[in-house]
Structure formats: structure tokens, C-alpha cells
């Protein structure tokens, strides 16, 4: 059975321009890894943020992580090996996705905090 995990991609009006999620590969079946990137612009000193959003609910947040950090910060619900994440650069964040299952599918948002805006940055 094909699982496909859906990314949205916004087009942002604020200082850091425009934040995409990427998602690798686009479609994935069931038991597969999936990642999503996350580049924040000109955001280079704060922690990305992944949240969940599955159809019909609200966001969830899954996990934290800041390019400084040993490892990550979970919500609640959340935890490793199945989600996951890593940097590649102090503005590119990577979710990671372990065994993938179907309950996986669903909306995945990337937020960070720019301070020099004083306002959210989401994805």
C-alpha cells in the first residue's frame, strides 16, 4: 500500500523571505524512512520546530531541535528512532521519518523563531 506524506509549501512575506519543506522521496511505502528539509532563510541562530497535522486535527508539535543540541526535544506522543532530526547547516533542519506507517500521512509544518523580526517564521 502507497503511504504518501504531504509537505506544505508557503510563500512567506516576512524579513526571512521565503521558507520551503522539501520532502525525500516525494511518495514512500509503508516501512520506508522519509525526510523532510527545512531551510529558514536568513533565520541562522534558533531552533526548528516540526509540527503534524493530520486531516480533520490540529498541529502537533513533534520535536525540536536547535543545531547546539545533543539531540532533540520531544512533544509529547513524539519520540526516537521514529521521529528524528539533524542540521546540514545553522538554517537547514532535517525531519526524519523512521517506519514509515500509515497514520504517518498527514501535514508537516517547520516554524522557527526569528528574533530579528520579533515575529514567527512558519513553514
Known amino acids: 500500500m502507497l503511504v504518501t506524506l504531504c509537505t506544505l509549501i508557503t510563500a512567506l512575506t516576512c524579513v526571512s523571505g521565503v521558507t520551503v519543506v522539501t ?3 516525494p511518495a514512500v511505502t509503508k516501512g520506508e524512512t522519509v ?3 527545512c ?3 536568513s533565520v541562522t541562530d534558533s531552533a526548528g520546530r516540526w509540527y503534524k497535522q493530520s486531516p480533520g486535527g490540529v498541529p502537533q508539535f513533534i520535536l525540536k531541535y536547535y543545531h547546539k543540541m545533543d539531540s532533540p526535544s520531544y ?3 513524539f519520540s526516537s528512532p521514529k521521529f528524528t ?3 546540514q547547516s545553522q538554517s537547514d533542519y532535517r525531519l526524519i ?3 514509515v506507517q500509515e497514520g504517518d500521512s498527514a501535514v508537516y509544518y517547520c516554524k ?3 528574533d530579528s523580526a520579533s515575529e ?3 513553514q
Open 23 to 25: 520532502q525525500k522521496p
Open 35 to 37: 525526510t523532510m528539509d
Open 39 to 41: 531551510n529558514l532563510g
Open 75 to 77: 512533544g509529547s506522543g
Open 85 to 87: 532530526s539533524n542540521h
Open 97 to 99: 521519518i523512521n517506519n
Open 112 to 114: 522557527t523563531w526569528d
Open 120 to 122: 514567527h517564521v512558519s
